[in-house]
């Protein structure tokens, strides 16, 4: 329950700006509390020398929860309310941050607890003259999971939010795709069954069923390079899990190899940054990878370069835009969906649930948070994606999807909409995926030169455009590097509108043939 001077100021309440948070006297060391009118559950506590945004709303099925966010103006107000829109989203879906926090620190102190403990030991075992190495009893799990805590969660930044059950168990409630493809790495080395398959001809059939042991609790150094390969072999021959009735069986291709080169990078990892816990054991064989043995025999398949893309070059690009522009399906959400990723250069992850708290007409920009590599990203609105939120605005105005569509599970357009994309290709003659639309941008973009040659856009602001993370790209760069970003997106969008304009006046012209043909015979 809120605290009683919380419930006598409840009545506190106004469209928050910076003059009027400014504006507000700090009080004589009684707390008074304000809350905003635009943003659910946020609020500020006034006392005798500070200000101190907080969000305030009740866990999904448990009691109120105040979350503190930091002291203003420290913490801006558009900072607060993104934290506090954060913060509610994650509350009404029963994660309570505090909550996890204690429960993390108490895993950790747990986990220093045993850490500490197994020193000790060592340190005991080594002054009676006795041999421990670490490499004896330091297990493939226990291997794994320093990778994916120091390197992938605490170097890497990834985020794992996991949540304690009324047994006990820890339920991970929402990771980034690099930890599930680590967690499959785990599972890949556990205890496995399989269905192994074998080439009749030109088909393949299933042949026998394989139950491969774990090794998880192996220790690392027993694992040899001839495990590795033969654990290997059995899943290059590996039935897929889920079958097409429409395809043809064919051995799993991407998977196994994704997860043993996790599993190669986890066992460098980790024989790296544990040198220095090795005893005086006379073995240095203790410190090879057996998974390097892959490289040596070419086991690696070289990973298919997808080159899938709208060539703006061509007249192909008119035909699919013609194509999108009239596509009506769900009031025309798919349309501007498509538009918007193409001329945001976003992710399908990114846009697709896009909410209007994200939007600021005011400023004309948008906010991705909880991006693919963990960061938030503040992104200009061009005239055309301006035009595409305006348009939305009309349709969904007091809903809380910009690409609102209805009969979705989750209240907004599917993300990978294959089954338009098919739609729109069978008018436009070209098929394509979300993805390729990113891959348009990045293409567009890198193409466009100065009057002498250079490339038009510094490197940087593109890989800010696409959220891919370099380590010259920091929080602070779209404030640092605004107009530029700016520059670099409006051009590249009117790029796109010229060339589009461009083959379409000349398709009325000449007819697509030729213009089809005149382009094979340049």
């Not at 609105?381 to 605005?393: N, P, Q, V």
Request: hydrophobic share 35%; proline share 3%.
């Amino acid at each position: 329950m809120p605290e009683k001077h919380e419930q006598e100021d409840a009545n506190k309440r106004f469209d928050f700006t910076k003059k009027l948070l400014l504006d507000l006297p700090f009080t004589n060391g009684k707390q008074v509390v304000y809350y905003d009118t635009k943003t659910k559950g946020l609020g500020i506590r006034v006392g005798k020398r500070t200000k101190t945004f907080f969000v305030y709303r009740r866990v999904k099925g448990g009691r109120p929860v105040r979350i503190t966010i930091g002291e203003f103006p420290l913490i801006s107000l558009e900072d607060a309310k993104i934290a506090a829109n954060k913060n509610s989203a994650d509350l009404s879906q029963g994660i309570d941050r505090i909550k996890l926090e204690k429960e993390a620190a108490a895993v950790k102190a747990k986990a220093k607890a045993e850490e500490d403990a197994r020193l000790e030991a060592r340190r005991k075992a080594k002054a009676e003259g006795k041999s421990i190495a670490f490499e004896d009893v330091y297990t493939v799990q226990d291997v794994f999971t320093y990778y994916i805590q120091e390197q992938l969660i605490k170097n890497k930044g990834n985020e794992r939010i996991t949540q304690i059950d009324d047994d006990g168990n820890e339920i991970i409630i929402k990771q980034s795709s690099t930890l599930k493809d680590a967690d499959l790495m785990v599972k890949y080395f556990d205890e496995r069954t399989i269905i192994t398959l074998k080439k009749i001809g030109n088909e393949w059939v299933k042949d026998a069923t394989v139950n491969l042991p774990s090794w998880l609790d192996i220790p690392f150094r027993d694992i040899t390079a001839t495990m590795v390969v033969e654990r290997f072999e059995y899943f290059s021959r590996a039935c897929p899990t889920r079958t097409n009735k429409e395809k043809q069986l064919a051995p799993i291709k991407r998977t196994h190899q994704l997860v043993f080169k996790y599993a190669l990078s986890a066992f460098s990892y980790s024989i790296n940054r544990l040198k220095f816990d090795l005893t005086d054991s006379g073995k240095p064989e203790a410190l090879t990878n057996p998974f390097e043995v892959l490289s040596v025999t070419k086991k690696w398949k070289k990973t298919e370069i997808r080159e899938k893309f709208i060539d703006f070059d061509r007249p192909e690009c008119a035909r699919w835009w013609s194509a999108v522009l009239n596509y009506k399906k769900a009031d025309g959400v798919v349309s501007d969906y498509l538009f918007f990723s193409l001329i945001q250069a976003g992710r399908s992850i990114d846009i697709a649930s896009l909410t209007w708290n994200k939007v600021n007409f005011k400023e004309k920009t948008i906010t991705y948070s909880d991006t693919k590599n963990s960061r938030n990203y503040i992104f200009p609105l061009t005239r055309f994606s301006l035009e595409i939120l305006e348009r939305r605005w009309e349709y969904n105005k007091g809903k809380e999807f910009i690409f609102e569509y209805p009969n979705s599970k989750n209240g907004y357009v599917p993300q990978d909409c294959k089954d338009h994309f098919k739609a729109i290709a069978e008018v436009s003659g070209v098929l394509i995926s979300h993805h390729d639309l990113r891959r348009t941008w990045a293409t567009e973009a890198r193409r466009m030169k100065t009057p002498d040659g250079r490339n038009m856009f510094d490197e940087r602001n593109i890989a800010y455009c696409l959220k891919h993370h370099r380590s010259d790209v920091g929080e602070h760069y779209f404030q640092d590097k605004k107009g530029e970003i700016t520059f670099t997106l409006q051009k590249v969008e009117d790029a796109l509108l010229s060339k589009v304009a461009e083959f379409s006046a000349l398709e009325q012209l000449v007819g697509p043939e030729k213009q089809e043909k005149d382009m094979e015979l340049a």
